[in-house]
């Protein structure tokens, strides 16, 4: 198979600079066509890229920028392309003979422009995959843009996740095209000079603010309840309480479980000065926590999200590894402290946040999936197994959904009335910005489906600026959010023998 990008000239970008699309694990070969410029770009455009490149990325390049070298044997067009690609706004050819002619919408529009005008609004375009000869959207999604940095950030990130939705419909596996949580937006658009400086101006600020605050400082939200989130549809209740944390360290993932006759809340504990998490618990005696933090599970790489699954009389951890790319089951050799590496379920993949469910007979691994580019909160992977230790098997339309306001997981699964529901991250306005209850409509090996049903947003009872886990055990409830958290008064809260420590350590590093 041979794939033909449709590009164009005045406007090549280095995203395009590749020579294959791997496709099922094989590398399928690229030639691009290249046409003239059917329509112009906001004036002055790659000049504020180049001022993003210095700014926000301190010279590093994207690949939105500007591919300058196009090699000359690239640019005339060729009738042995299999497939089309055609990222331009220019009608098609009705004497096409591929076999496929695809078309990228930003917004229900196509070409570059379309993607920049919905950035330039202020927000990232839904993408669509249309097939030009009838017209049929065979793949839907709203990427996240937590990684974004400013327009050419945006639109690096748009690009990728639009080479994932291609790559995924070349591979001829069954495509599920979702309802989105949320419609397209229509906001009014600024010029880009105004929009990139405001940009620069928010990343100043952003500097400014971890210059003198941990950012960001996660902490954890518990109370007993009679009644719980899922039942009320919102945060009202008893009062939330805060788990302390040293200040120099945050909280985040809180996963309550109930063990040998004890309630411990296991969470990711990630010291600031490190900026790597370990897996640390804390017990509950029925009216709040006892004693300190025990650390329980530490590796070379980054912890966090410590989901907890009991199976054949045994405790098991699966925390999120995602930099060491694989997911691995921890069995608890001594509880709450002590837990071996069982065996690997998954390798050679980035996946967050694994969360576990059974539904008629099957084990369900649910997993929001990175493939090395683009936000990594907008791409949910579904798995599945006759029992834990799998073998683990690919849905046969993974990744299942591309949607930042209902991919990523947040907690266990709860059944209700019989009826199956996950609570999922809603990144729209940022990672972990609210939280969304979701009924599971449809789950098997080859579908899916959810609806949520109900957004629960920090307010009145949960103050602050994030809300992205939610879990229950008993009448112990937990959540989590961030809060503005100084350096100064973590500092001056440490004890002094670690204030020596750290001025030591500093002295021995000048």
Same mark, same amino acid.
């Given at each position: 198979?041979?794939?033909?990008?449709?590009?164009e000239?005045d406007?090549?970008?280095?995203?395009?600079?590749r020579?294959?699309?791997?496709?099922?694990?094989?590398?399928?070969?690229?030639?691009?066509?290249?046409?003239?410029?059917?329509?112009?770009?906001?004036?002055?455009?790659?000049?504020?890229?180049?001022?993003?490149?210095?700014?926000?990325?301190?010279?590093?390049?994207?690949?939105a920028?500007?591919?300058?070298a196009?090699?000359?044997q690239?640019?005339?067009?060729?009738?042995?392309a299999?497939v089309?690609?055609?990222?331009?706004g *220019?009608?098609?050819?009705?004497?096409?003979? #591929?076999?496929?002619? @695809? %078309?990228? &919408?930003?917004?229900?529009? $196509?070409? /570059?422009?379309?993607?920049l005008?919905?950035?330039?609004?202020?927000?990232?375009?839904?993408?669509?995959?249309?097939?030009?000869?009838?017209g049929?959207?065979?793949?839907?999604?709203?990427?996240?843009?937590?990684?974004?940095?400013?327009?050419?950030?945006?639109?690096?990130?748009?690009?990728?996740?639009?080479?994932?939705?291609?790559?995924?419909?070349?591979?001829?596996?069954?495509?599920?095209?979702?309802?989105?949580?949320?419609?397209? *937006?229509?906001?009014?658009?600024?010029?880009? #000079?105004?929009y990139? @400086? %405001?940009? &620069?101006?928010?990343?100043? $600020?952003? /500097?400014?603010?971890?210059?003198?605050?941990?950012?960001?400082?996660?902490?954890?939200?518990?109370?007993?309840?009679?009644t719980?989130?899922?039942?009320?549809?919102?945060?009202?209740?008893?009062d939330?309480?805060?788990?302390?944390?040293?200040?120099?360290?945050?909280?985040?993932?809180?996963?309550?479980?109930?063990?040998?006759?004890?309630?411990f809340?296991?969470?990711?504990?990630?010291?600031?000065?490190?900026?790597?998490?370990?897996?640390?618990?804390i017990?509950?005696?029925?009216?709040?926590?006892?004693?300190?933090?025990v650390?329980?599970?530490?590796?070379?790489?980054?912890?966090?999200?410590?989901f907890?699954?009991?199976d054949?009389?045994?405790?098991?951890?699966?925390?999120?590894?995602?930099?060491h790319?694989?997911?691995?089951l921890?069995r608890?050799?001594?509880?709450?402290?002590?837990?071996?590496?069982?065996?690997?379920?998954?390798?050679?993949?980035?996946?967050?946040?694994?969360t576990?469910?059974?539904?008629?007979?099957?084990?369900?691994?649910?997993?929001?999936?990175?493939?090395?580019?683009?936000?990594?909160?907008?791409?949910?992977?579904?798995?599945?197994?006759?029992?834990?230790?799998?073998?683990?098997?690919?849905?046969?339309?993974?990744?299942?959904?591309?949607?930042?306001?209902?991919?990523r997981?947040?907690?266990?699964?709860v059944?209700?009335?019989?009826?199956?529901?996950?609570?999922?991250?809603?990144?729209t306005?940022?990672?972990?910005?609210?939280?969304?209850?979701?009924?599971?409509?449809?789950?098997?090996?080859?579908?899916?489906?959810?609806?949520?049903?109900?957004?629960?947003?920090?307010?009145?009872?949960?103050?602050?600026?994030k809300?992205?886990?939610?879990n229950?055990?008993?009448?112990?409830?937990?959540?989590?959010?961030s809060?503005?958290?100084?350096?100064?008064?973590?500092?001056?809260?440490?004890?002094?023998?670690?204030?020596?420590?750290?001025?030591m350590s500093?002295?021995?590093?000048?």
């Amino acid at each position: 198979m041979m794939i033909e990008f449709r590009c164009e000239t005045d406007h090549a970008r280095l995203w395009m600079n590749r020579e294959n699309l791997s496709v099922n694990g094989r590398d399928v070969p690229i030639q691009i066509a290249w046409s003239a410029t059917s329509e112009a770009r906001p004036a002055g455009l790659e000049a504020l890229f180049e001022l993003e490149r210095l700014v926000l990325r301190k010279g590093k390049r994207s690949g939105a920028d500007k591919w300058t070298a196009i090699p000359a044997q690239s640019r005339p067009h060729a009738d042995t392309a299999e497939v089309i690609v055609d990222f331009t706004g *220019a009608a098609r050819k009705p004497d096409c003979s #591929a076999r496929l002619y @695809l %078309r990228p &919408l930003f917004n229900g529009v $196509a070409g /570059e422009n379309a993607a920049l005008a919905a950035i330039l609004a202020g927000d990232l375009p839904v993408i669509e995959i249309v097939n030009e000869v009838d017209g049929a959207v065979l793949d839907r999604g709203h990427p996240s843009g937590e990684i974004a940095a400013g327009l050419s950030g945006a639109l690096e990130t748009v690009m990728a996740r639009t080479l994932t939705m291609l790559t995924a419909i070349l591979s001829g596996a069954p495509r599920i095209v979702p309802q989105l949580a949320y419609s397209i *937006a229509n906001n009014p658009q600024p010029r880009p #000079a105004k929009y990139v @400086l %405001r940009g &620069l101006a928010v990343s100043i $600020a952003k /500097e400014i603010y971890r210059l003198c605050c941990y950012a960001p400082h996660w902490h954890v939200g518990w109370r007993y309840s009679q009644t719980n989130v899922w039942q009320a549809e919102n945060l009202s209740g008893p009062d939330w309480n805060v788990l302390a944390d040293p200040g120099h360290r945050f909280y985040a993932d809180p996963f309550p479980v109930q063990w040998q006759g004890r309630t411990f809340v296991f969470f990711e504990d990630l010291d600031h000065h490190v900026g790597k998490g370990i897996i640390s618990a804390i017990e509950f005696d029925g009216t709040g926590p006892v004693g300190e933090a025990v650390p329980v599970l530490e590796e070379p790489w980054h912890l966090s999200y410590p989901f907890l699954i009991e199976d054949g009389g045994d405790l098991w951890m699966i925390p999120e590894s995602s930099e060491h790319r694989d997911v691995a089951l921890y069995r608890c050799v001594r509880f709450p402290d002590r837990w071996e590496r069982h065996s690997t379920l998954l390798s050679g993949l980035e996946l967050a946040d694994v969360t576990i469910t059974q539904h008629n007979g099957l084990h369900y691994l649910f997993g929001a999936w990175r493939d090395g580019t683009g936000g990594y909160s907008d791409s949910l992977s579904i798995f599945h197994a006759a029992s834990l230790f799998g073998p683990w098997l690919p849905h046969a339309s993974n990744p299942v959904l591309m949607d930042r306001a209902t991919t990523r997981p947040a907690g266990h699964f709860v059944r209700i009335d019989g009826k199956l529901w996950r609570p999922v991250q809603d990144c729209t306005n940022g990672y972990g910005a609210a939280l969304g209850l979701a009924e599971i409509l449809e789950l098997s090996p080859t579908t899916f489906r959810q609806a949520v049903r109900q957004i629960l947003k920090p307010g009145p009872a949960w103050p602050g600026r994030k809300l992205h886990t939610l879990n229950r055990c008993g009448h112990l409830e937990v959540i989590d959010g961030s809060r503005v958290q100084p350096k100064g008064s973590a500092f001056l809260r440490r004890p002094a023998s670690a204030i020596s420590a750290a001025g030591m350590s500093a002295a021995a590093s000048r």
